[in-house]
């Protein structure tokens, strides 16, 4: 029996604000959801759409899943004892570490897999891939820095890939099992910081211009990407790294498989604001969207391979109001997004007909969902029929 709770089905309102410069890609539109007073955080997006995030103070967060629409609460509210870090995967797994506030060394991963619970073991931050493998870091002790080990997890067990005096933090992992982290050293002033890769039995540093590379971003292309202070993006792939142009002081990317990255930038009057941004080159040259310009906080977020984008917005660095933002594509009627609306889309709509009333998990049937209410049914295929153009 599933054992997540049910909440109310959502309303999504269109971002209000005016967005002067904002430069989205053309066939996307932005929606919110899970607006709250007391923290909104942490989104991860799959393939499918869905999306885990956080809400509420980490001494009585919990984890909810967004699927087309529908919000699920995944976890209960445990008093004193916090959620965070979820992660999501293609198939719907879904993990996250949880554990009383300031004490990591009660933090323990749960996973959630076809309505099943499991303990995984110490740890926090963790990553999951197509697989189901992951990584994640286990607390140790602290100085200065921040000592974690950071851990392997195959399916069936765990291992231990690092150990060092110095702060290794959020690993994450591809689908080739390659685990990237950043090693940094908070003992020296300014402190430095590397990018560790873990892809053949022995860690190895990256190598990197920026004296304080961090938060490494990976994809199944082996392009590993990451933030510094003072350069923009770097991005390592077959051994060359390089700096990509126009992304000055950009922070905290995340990858997809195509190679486009979410990315926050420092914006507005004396550098108040957090703005989201987007590196695309899955839509031919390079390009860079702004993604928001408005008086909150657009801060960090995820991207899949379809280019939807969710981030996490909040009014400020003291305030606890805010929510989540998606970037989702405009339903059309176009399943595959080559721009027509013909016979291979015909064929898509009629292999994702469910028929009236709501289904979890559409998953790409979602983009056939042309109305918006979690089926694929008439009321979509007389919607998709006025757009139809035949060929
Ligand atoms: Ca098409
Ligand atoms: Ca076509
Ligand atoms: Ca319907
Ligand atoms: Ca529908």
Redesign the pocket.
């Known amino acids: 029996m599933k054992r997540m709770l049910m909440a109310a089905v959502l309303v999504s309102g269109f971002v209000r604000s005016a967005l002067g410069q904002v430069n989205l890609p053309d066939g996307f539109e932005i929606v919110e959801f899970a607006e709250s007073d007391t923290l909104t955080w942490s989104p991860r997006i799959n393939n499918c759409g869905e999306i885990v995030y956080v809400q509420d103070r980490l001494e009585n967060s919990r984890v909810y899943l967004y699927d087309n629409g529908k919000i699920a609460r995944l976890t209960e509210a445990d008093p004193g004892r916090g959620v965070f870090g979820p992660d999501i995967n293609d198939a719907g797994t879904v993990v996250w570490a949880r554990g009383l506030l300031g004490q990591p060394k009660t933090w323990e991963i749960v996973m959630l897999a076809n309505g099943q619970r499991s303990m995984l073991g110490k740890g926090d931050s963790p990553s999951i891939n197509g697989l189901g493998h992951m990584s994640w870091e286990v607390f140790q002790s602290y100085d200065c820095n921040i000592h974690n080990d950071i851990m392997y997890f195959d399916g069936a067990t765990v291992e231990r890939i690092s150990r060092s005096e110095l702060t290794d933090q959020v690993p994450q992992i591809n689908d080739d099992d390659w685990i990237t982290w950043g090693r940094q050293n908070f003992c020296v002033n300014p402190w430095v910081g590397q990018i560790l890769l873990y892809s053949e039995g022995v860690p190895v540093v990256l190598p990197a211009e920026a004296a304080q590379a961090q938060a490494p971003t990976i994809n199944n292309l082996g392009q590993i990407a990451w933030g510094t202070n003072e350069l923009g993006i770097e991005l390592w792939q077959n051994g060359q790294t390089r700096i990509l142009a126009g992304t000055d002081s950009g922070k905290n990317p995340r990858l997809n498989n195509l190679g486009d990255i979410y990315y926050i930038h420092f914006d507005g009057p004396g550098g108040t604001l957090w703005d989201g941004y987007l590196y695309r080159v899955s839509g031919g040259a390079p390009t860079i969207h702004r993604l928001t310009e408005d008086t909150v906080w657009n801060i960090d977020g995820d991207i899949n391979d379809w280019v939807e984008v969710v981030w996490h917005w909040t009014v400020g660095p003291h305030d606890e109001h805010g929510g989540i933002r998606f970037m989702r594509r405009i339903r059309t009627g176009d399943a595959e997004f080559d721009g027509d609306i013909d016979l291979v889309d015909h064929g898509a709509f009629a292999a994702c007909i469910t028929g009236p009333g709501r289904v979890d998990r559409l998953c790409d049937c979602r983009f056939v969902?042309?109305?918006?209410?979690?089926?694929?049914?008439l009321?979509?295929f007389a919607q998709f029929q006025n757009a139809f153009r035949g060929e």
């Open positions: 969902d042309i109305d918006c209410d979690g089926d694929v049914d009321h979509d």
